[in-house]
């Protein structure tokens, strides 16, 4: 179920199913790094204005999923450009991000109409001195069966477009959110065991 925050920007109401906390795991391989699991964090909120904050954590994880060292870390603000009302069924989706190794990227791409679902790719990049090479990619997020999976296609110089990267996330309830369906919940004394 998607549930729509009253004080989110009507602007980004087709992106509330975003909205929340989602960690899971993933697998990471491109050419020239190591290919390893990885667990990630992706925090999405809102302030009332007309984008939703995007932050990831991701980090190398052993044969036993337990957390090695940092993979990436990832911010950035998420925007609908175009067609707000949907009638053409094209949304636009702009994204600007950057990240710790230096990278900032500017994204530009589509919401599906009538599923959740973002396809975006890169327009600009720009790298500081000594990030590593990268010229460009595409991501695909979607909302299936309650959990938020997302690819992500990377280039460099010397290797073409190519998936690298993806991941299956799972939402994390708040405690509040919890009482809150607690309390739905008839008072039978059986319901709590269901």
């Known amino acids: 179920m998607i549930e729509i925050p009253s004080d989110l920007h009507r602007d980004v109401v087709p992106l509330a199913f975003l909205l929340g906390t989602w960690e899971g795991a993933g697998v990471y391989d491109f050419p020239g790094a190591e290919k390893c699991n990885f667990g990630q964090e992706i925090v999405i909120r809102h302030d009332g204005r007309p984008f939703l904050e995007f932050r990831s954590r991701t980090w190398v994880l052993d044969s036993e999923g337990e957390k090695v060292r940092p993979l990436e870390n990832e911010h ?8 707000h009302d949907g009638t053409s069924g094209v949304r636009g989706i702009e994204i600007s991000s950057v990240r710790d190794d230096g990278t900032v990227e500017i994204w530009y ?86």
Do not use: C, H
Request: no cysteine.
């Open 76 to 83: 950035a603000f998420w925007r609908i450009t175009s067609n």
């Open 109 to 194: 791409g589509e919401l599906a109409d009538g599923k959740p679902q973002v396809d975006v790719s890169t327009d600009a990049v720009a790298r500081i001195e000594g990030s590593p090479e990268y010229s460009g990619g595409k991501r695909l997020y979607g909302f299936v069966n309650g959990e938020l999976l997302w690819v992500g296609e990377k280039a460099a110089p010397s290797v073409p477009l190519r998936p690298y990267m993806s991941a299956q996330l799972k939402k994390v309830l708040s405690p509040a959110q919890l009482i809150k369906d607690i309390n739905d919940l008839p008072d039978d004394g059986i319901a709590f065991f269901k």
